[in-house]
């Protein structure tokens, strides 16, 4: 694998990373319900798309780290992954 392409794999990485971690922080702390019965109103309200657009926000401060740090290829992976996010969500709203 080419050192650009690893770059932008990390990239990828750390935004998927960066998108679990808020999932887990707006599920854990920001929810008026415990983390299971939070999840189960997810499900019983197909609200996954929604969800997953707010636990995605972590890869905007994660996009201008990396700008900042003139880190240009792993930011453009968490870009990458930001983009199959939001398609994501997409696909999960028209289901």
Known sequence: ?????KEIFIGVF????????GLYLYLEYFSKFGFNETLVMIQEGD????????????NL?????????KQDQRAKGVLLATILIAFTTLILKLV
């Open 1 to 5: 694998m080419g050192a650009l392409k």
């Open 14 to 21: 750390v935004a998927l990373f960066a998108t679990f971690g």
């Open 47 to 58: 609200l996954y798309g929604k969800v997953l657009s707010i636990a995605a926000i972590p």
């Open 61 to 69: 401060f994660v996009f201008f780290i990396f700008i900042k740090k």
